[in-house]
């Protein structure tokens, strides 16, 4: 999507992240984004695509008056000689305010675009490129991937709403992105410098193809649990209808607020499930954190009264040392 604004003109401020295997074709998201936002997942030690339903509450703590101050002037510098600016980054989804603050310090509205794939699909291309190639490591990490999917829809559609916003879906842009080029021109008032017309070649041509969707996967090839999936599932028609209404739809808005409660009550009772074996595994990363003792002589463990007294200022000075350098 960002690639699509930035060959049809758009300001998509860089320098970019680098390609990598599961995008060949760059990520066209800004670095200083990435690095804003990753300091503040940071700082409220959390995951910057993070499961915890009390995320997004969790990084609005941390957010200070100098990290308002910091984005305005970011913001400010990138538009001084454009009219749109184009931010790409999934670690967005926490900081939609603190970016719609910015945007209007500097006189500017704010509009939204999410792009739709089909969660058994985000996760399975996920899991291709990122997982371990250990079998049971990797089901887990599908399964908490398609927490954290979940959970980052249902902060994105509540933090949006009553904005203006629009869906994209990934299969629809790789096979007509004029279509939903067209779509965005309608939904949010985008303004393409370059062409859209179907008669005119374009660089967008080159750039989005079919064959971009390299890996296609459906629920029957995860491992998910039934109550997890069930609720993505309902996640995915809520946003689809969304996208059918042109981004607004009070019923399915209220849908996403019920979906919310059912996560949240998934979550908690999942994280008592689970007590003993994040007890166990705080406690293995606390004995591995701790220095173990320094070594001492033979003989130095000895009881005092068993030191005779030609060795005794040596041993109690050793220990004395010893002491020190655990301190230290």
């Not at 930035?6 to 060949?24: D, K, M, Q, R």
């Not at 990753?38 to 339903?53: N, Q, T, Y």
């Not at 019920?258 to 074996?277: M, N, P, T, V």
Request: glycine letters at 6%; one cysteine or more.
């Amino acid at each position: 999507m960002s690639g699509l604004f930035h060959h049809l003109g758009v300001e998509v401020p860089g320098p970019y992240l680098g390609a990598n295997a599961s995008n060949p074709k760059g990520f066209y998201e800004s670095k200083w984004s990435v690095r804003f936002h990753e300091e503040l997942c940071s700082r409220a030690r959390m995951h910057v695509m993070d499961s915890r339903p009390s995320a997004y509450d969790d990084l609005q703590a941390v957010i200070t008056p100098r990290d308002r101050a910091k984005l305005a002037r970011w913001v400010a510098k990138v538009g001084a000689e454009h009219d749109q600016i184009v931010v790409k980054d999934p670690r967005s989804v926490w900081t939609q305010q603190l970016w719609q603050e910015a945007a209007a310090a500097d006189s500017r509205d704010t509009v939204f675009i999410s792009m739709l794939r089909h969660p058994a699909e985000t996760i399975g291309s996920r899991a291709a490129y990122y997982a371990s190639a250990d079998e049971a490591k990797r089901r887990r990490y599908e399964v908490f991937n398609v927490a954290r999917w979940v959970n980052n829809q249902l902060v994105s559609e509540r933090h949006t709403r009553g904005r203006s916003r629009s869906f994209i879906g990934y299969a629809d842009l790789l096979t007509d992105w004029r279509g939903e080029a067209r779509r965005l021109s309608d939904e949010l008032g985008v303004r393409w410098p370059g062409s859209i017309a179907p008669d005119v070649v374009s660089p967008v041509d080159e750039f989005i193809t079919p064959d971009l969707r390299r890996v296609q996967v459906r629920w029957e090839d995860l491992e998910i649990p039934a109550e997890l999936q069930q609720i993505a599932v309902e996640v995915w028609e809520a946003v689809l209808a969304l996208r059918a209404a042109g981004g607004a739809d009070a019923q399915q808005s209220a849908a996403m607020d019920a979906l919310q409660l059912r996560y949240q009550e998934l979550f908690e009772r999942s994280g008592a499930i689970s007590h003993d074996a994040v007890e166990a595994r705080a406690a293995e990363r606390e004995r591995e954190q701790t220095p173990a003792p320094a070594p001492t002589p033979a003989g130095d463990d000895r009881p005092i009264r068993d030191v005779g007294a030609r060795e005794l200022l040596g041993v109690v000075g050793r220990r004395a040392a010893a002491r020190v350098r655990r301190r230290g």
